[in-house]
């Protein structure tokens, strides 16, 4: 069954606070390691986290789409991110700069901002609204920005180990949320293929569907397992990443 709005703007707002508290308490040099490699390769952390004010921005911007708009799917929007690499990665390099050292201040606003707005629209699953990339419906923009925070807070929990404690309630990455984006990706594997699969292993399933994570088989079989005992995983080389 998938989440709907009101799911998915609490799920949202859940890893946005879990996200936030972590990083207010390191301060702006995130304990002298702002401006050291982050896990994204390119990236300083400090980067990084102006990255998350760009992920959060669509939810401030977009606009209601014209009547009779036909939207882009989830999987649809998330096969452009290949292709704007390279934009995206100077664009978050020049946001950085423009916000100097305390990035997080900036990302607060625009996070702020974007989840109020969200939340007077709970309940307008079907609204297909104008985003960034195209038009797409207003449940799943919330999906895409869902993911864009579960995933870089893992990527900064990555960064950051083992100076910073990201263990137990230290852990800036909110378990729910990253089930619902598990389930997510999961099922723009299973609209493809038409396999009976299901998550048992979230935390590695989203790694290997963004690509934090090389592919092989035997960490697949750990991520992911059929949903009938007769069944199989099969070999999603080919098809992964999904962004």
Do not use: C
Request: glycine share 8%.
């Amino acid at each position: 069954m998938t989440a709907d709005l009101a799911t998915l703007a609490g799920a949202l707002r859940s890893q946005w606070d879990r996200l936030h508290g972590w990083l207010e308490l390191l301060g702006d040099d995130m304990y002298g390691l702002a401006d050291q490699p982050s896990a994204l390769d390119g990236w300083t952390n400090r980067e990084l986290v102006a990255h998350l004010g760009r992920a959060m921005r669509p939810l401030v911007d977009f606009r209601e789409a014209p009547s009779g708009t036909v939207p882009l799917t989830l999987a649809e929007y998330l096969g452009t991110y290949p292709e704007r690499a390279s934009e995206i990665a100077t664009s978050t390099r020049e946001l950085a700069d423009e916000l100097g050292p305390d990035p997080l201040l900036h990302v607060t606003t625009v996070a702020t901002a974007g989840l109020s707005r969200l939340d007077a629209l709970v309940g307008s699953d079907r609204l297909v609204v104008e985003a960034r990339r195209g038009p797409m419906l207003l449940r799943e923009l919330a999906v895409s920005r869902l993911i864009e925070l579960v995933v870089h807070a893992d990527d900064l929990v990555v960064s950051l180990a083992p100076t910073v404690d990201a263990v137990g309630p230290q852990d800036p990455r909110d378990p729910e949320a990253r089930r619902i984006v598990a389930e997510e990706l999961l099922r723009i594997v299973v609209t493809r293929g038409g396999w009976s699969l299901e998550v048992v292993d979230a935390l590695t399933w989203v790694r290997l569907a963004t690509g934090r994570v090389p592919y092989d088989v035997d960490t697949l079989a750990h991520a992911l397992a059929p949903q009938f005992t007769a069944g199989g995983v099969p070999d999603l080389g080919r098809m992964l990443p999904l962004l």
